[in-house]
């Protein structure tokens, strides 16, 4: 047993339960002990408090974080709390996390914007995110009822907005309103395909490799992931998403998950796939994912697009060397060119929908930039 049932109040018969829960995503044992310990001060307080513990939730536990603090001046927080509530939620002794759609009218209107997004628009969660941070903002300038306010929404009041916000609002005024408004925001001044693509030498693409201390657990997964980018030009979401399924050894092919829920099946280069292998047998065992690469520390969890930028910045700063994610995926592209690779054959592999997307790497070599310059035509033809 891991303590005395006395010291567990109505928590008693899930402390063993817990601390294999957190032993099996990574937790130090000195973590582990530490959350026991706050697992059984919770329980005495439940008892005390006579709060059984169906009842436990969010607000119970900011209520216990705020009665710890105010009775031993310890600095706890609710996020410390909140393993135990999501150990006690996977079993079911505790309610799940109530639904957020029975929310307020704005709470609809933002939850109908995303799986339109989502849905309509095929776009990832990041961007989803940054749209939503902006429509979030457009609903708070809005007297309530938000839905009135739509439907009486005027063109000075999108302009204004987009004055001060950005002309991201544009999205946000696509079917939410009874009438057409996307006119009203102002377009920015932009040149499509202005500036060339950055990209990185081969110096310092090895010194980056080099970052990477391969007798550790984190070193070889970064290493695969730095692979990965810089020799099949993924992107961060795409190395991210990465599951075990999708890895075909014996065909030495690799599946990637694309932008608008598209899969495309690439070779998979030795090098990469041999760093894959390598990390692979020291991949923390996590139950309930498939994904390849795992966060470092605990909670152990399948890696996220932001981890993946992050880790790139911090390698290409061990290196001594400015990068990013991104850069390696151009570098990859003009390296191509340089090796006599079509532009169609670099939009295949970088998994561009759109040949005009691809054609910015033409502006890096004279002979590719041939291939977009249309015929002159002949002498005593024109207007023919």
Partial sequence: MTGKAQDWGILAPHADGFAVWLAGRGYASSTVEKQLRLMGRLGQWLADE???LDALDEDAARRFACSVRSAVRTQLSVRRVMPVLEYLRSTRAVPPEPPTSSGSPRQCLMLAYERYLSGERSLGQSTIAKYSHIAGAF???????????????SAGQVHGFVLSRGTGAKSVLSGGTPRELAGAVPPAAAWK???LPARMDASAVSAVMRSCDRATVTGRRDYAILLLLARLGLRAHEAAGLELDDIRWRQGTIVVRRKGGRTEELPLPADAGQAIADYLTVRPAVRDTRAVFISACAPWRPVTRSAVTLLVKSRCRAAGTPGRAHLLRHTLASDLLAAGASLPE???VLGHRSPFVTSIYAKADRAALAQLVRSWPATGTAGA
């Avoid at 609903?139 to 929404?153: E, K, S, T, W, Y």
Wanted: hydrophobic fraction near 55%; charge should be negative; aromatic fraction near 0%.
């Fill in 139 to 153: 609903l708070d300038m809005l007297p309530d009822p938000a839905g009135d306010a739509l439907a009486g929404l």
């Fill in 50 to 52: 006579r709060i059984p």
């Fill in 346 to 348: 670099i939009g295949l």
């Fill in 193 to 195: 395909l202005a500036g």
